[in-house]
């Protein structure tokens, strides 16, 4: 492996939580519009899971929810239709130059995008490294095969340059992932 | 059409907000357990839209939402993938004896559902009629004939049970809609 020997962790794992993702959701949030409007794809970000505690059942217009906790969502945050198939991805952010932390993402997610795999889907991640200013995809196939067969917490952005593809900042779509699939459905064919 | 005359309508819009759907997805959440442990299907319920506007960020352990609203989905309450076809529909009881209300359904769920088959995936609604103790599963382009075809707000049971399929209760899955999928599959092939 061709990856820095530099010490990250500790910067990598540095979480700003109260913009982590924003970005890069309004991104792919835009696009997936775009994809809708254009009749090219139906892709939507799923609800945040949240439990309710209480709710006032007084306003007669709006019911209030006066407690609710944020919960741990069960699969990924972006699935629909591209083409007929099934997609399904995840996003994340990272402040890290060199490497993507697993722990950014929940166990039970990666085993969602490999499922997704095994029952005919497309699936994969889309990974932003905010400092260097740059956007992957990244198939399930890939990023479970360097899991697979290294012990590091982490996958080295090197890795991903290799395995993966650059998202380009475009205009409209901002990011157009679903071109990527392109080739990946006409490689399956 | 063969439908009953007796005006339903009073009764059919009469809804109870505090149980509807309570039976129906707690029965569909069970299946599509057993779908997903059985590696079968990869089907979610989606989780409910929530606005959160104020939120108490002191408690340490989990944050607190202190005020939240709830907001209209865009699409619809299940989606996933079957034997690598996207899938979507969207599941509703009614307590009428005679008809489905159109009402019961955003229209822009119908319209997403509509899309998801122009996008080649397979859509559908399942509709539990409760004081009968029967459920339906129809599929969109079944529905969609029938409101582009008729003036009336409600779909009625005759209609239902001619172009629907009945979901016969079972123990394990308990409402087995995906072996309705299988032949609507091999007509397609």
Do not use: C, W
């Not at 020997?5 to 970005?23: A, C, L, P, V």
């Not at 809708?36 to 709006?62: E, F």
């Not at 997609?87 to 932390?101: G, H, M, N, P, R």
């Not at 901002?174 to 699939?181: F, M, N, R, V, W």
């Amino acid at each position: 492996m061709n990856y820095p020997n530099k010490k990250e962790n500790s910067q990598s794992s540095f979480i700003n939580y109260s913009k982590r993702g924003m970005t890069l959701e309004s991104d792919i949030n835009a696009s997936n519009k775009y994809y809708l409007d254009n009749d090219i794809a139906l892709i939507y970000k799923k609800p945040t899971p949240i439990k309710v505690v209480k709710v006032d059942y007084n306003k007669r217009i709006n019911t209030r929810i006066t407690e609710a906790y944020y919960e741990v969502p069960s699969t990924t945050d972006y699935n629909g239709i591209y083409k007929g198939k099934y997609i399904d991805f995840e996003a994340k952010e990272t402040k890290s130059k060199t490497s993507f932390t697993l722990n950014n993402i929940h166990k039970h997610q990666i085993v969602h995008l490999k499922k997704v795999l095994e029952h005919g889907g497309i699936s994969f991640l889309i990974i932003r490294f905010t400092t260097i200013g740059k956007t992957f995809l990244i198939f399930t196939k890939d990023f479970i095969s360097y899991i697979n067969n290294n012990d590091r917490k982490s996958i080295p952005l090197t890795y991903i340059e290799e395995k993966g593809y650059l998202l380009k900042d475009g205009y409209n779509p901002i990011i157009d992932y679903i071109k990527i699939l392109d080739n990946y459905i006409g490689d399956e064919l």
